[in-house]
C-alpha cells in the first residue's frame, strides 16, 4: 500500500518568518539614517519596531512549522544591526559626539564607548546561540540585546521630543553612563527573567503568572499617558532588576552561612 505523502508547503510559508526579520533589518538600517540626518525621534521609534518584529518571527517559524537554522542565523545577524550598531549610532549622533567639545580626548571616549555596546552585543548575541538548549529558558544570562536596546532608544526618545526640555549635548554625560552600563549588562552573567517557563513538563510550565497578566492593562493604560517616558522608566526597571535579584541572593547566602 502506497503511502500518501503531504502536499509539500508553499515556499511563500516559508518565507514569512524571514520576511519579518527582513522588516526587523529596515527598521534598525532606517534608524541608523534617521540619526544621522539628526531624526532622533523616529530613529528610536525605528528600534522598536525592530525589536517588535524580532518577536514576530520566532513565533510565526514556530506556528508555521517553519523553523531552520538559516533563520536562526539570519535572525541574529539581523539582531546584531538592530539592537547593537543601530542603537549605538543613534546615541552617539544624539549625545556622545557632542563629549569633543569637552576635549579631544572626551571626543574619543565617546565613539569608543558606542564602539563598546556594538561590540558587547555581538558577544552577547553570540554566546546566547552558543547556549541554546543548554541554560533555564526562565532566565537570560546577562541583559539581552533588544532589551539593551530598549533601555538606550528609550532614553533618546524621552528626551529627544523635547518635552522635558534637556538636549543630548547637555545630557552627554548621562548618555554615557547609560551606554556603559547597558554594555557591560549585556556581557555579564547576570541573570535576568525571561517571562519564559522551563519548556519541562508541558505547557503548564510555560504558562506566565496571572498577576503578570493582570498588569497588562495597567501598563497599557500608562503607555497611553506618556509612551516615551513610561517606556525609558520600564527599561531602568528591568535593567536594574537583575543586579538587584543577584544582590538579593548574595545577601541572603551570606546569612545563611552565618547561621
Known amino acids: 500500500m502506497n503511502e500518501i505523502k503531504p502536499p509539500p508547503r508553499s515556499r511563500g510559508i516559508y518565507l514569512l518568518p524571514n520576511l ?22 523616529n530613529a528610536a521609534i525605528a528600534v522598536f519596531v525592530a525589536g517588535l518584529m524580532d518577536g514576530i518571527d520566532g513565533r510565526v517559524a514556530r506556528l508555521t512549522g517553519t523553523s531552520s ?5 539570519y535572525d541574529s545577524l539581523a539582531d546584531l544591526v538592530s539592537f547593537g550598531l543601530a542603537p549605538a549610532l543613534v546615541m552617539y549622533h544624539w549625545s556622545l559626539s557632542a563629549l569633543k567639545f569637552d576635549s579631544t580626548v572626551m571626543g574619543r571616549v565617546g565613539w569608543v564607548v558606542a564602539f563598546l555596546y556594538a561590540a ?9 546561540n552558543t547556549q541554546v538548549g543548554t541554560v533555564d529558558k526562565r532566565w537570560f544570562v546577562g541583559l539581552a540585546s533588544p532589551a539593551a536596546a530598549g533601555l538606550m532608544m528609550s532614553f533618546v526618545w524621552a528626551f529627544a521630543d523635547g518635552e522635558l526640555g534637556w538636549t543630548g549635548e547637555e545630557l552627554r554625560y548621562v548618555a554615557l ?27 503548564k510550565a510555560d504558562r506566565i503568572p496571572f498577576v503578570v497578566l493582570a498588569l497588562v492593562p ?30 538579593w541572593q548574595r545577601v541572603r547566602r551570606q546569612k545563611d552561612a552565618a547561621a
Not at 537554522?69 to 542565523?73: K, L, R, S, T
Open 20 to 41: 519579518f526579520t527582513t522588516a526587523g533589518l529596515f527598521a534598525g538600517f532606517f534608524a541608523i539614517i534617521a540619526a544621522a540626518n539628526g531624526q532622533f525621534v
Open 120 to 128: 558587547c552585543a555581538a558577544l552577547r548575541l553570540a554566546r546566547f
Open 177 to 203: 553612563a547609560v551606554t556603559l552600563v547597558a554594555a557591560l549588562l549585556m556581557v555579564s552573567r547576570i541573570r535576568f527573567w525571561s517571562f519564559k517557563g522551563t519548556g519541562e513538563g508541558g505547557a
Open 218 to 247: 495597567l501598563v497599557l493604560a500608562i503607555l497611553f499617558i506618556d509612551l516615551p517616558r513610561t517606556l525609558f522608566a520600564v527599561g531602568v526597571v528591568y535593567a536594574l532588576s537583575g543586579p538587584g535579584y543577584w544582590l
Open 69 to 73: 537554522e538559516f533563520g536562526v542565523q
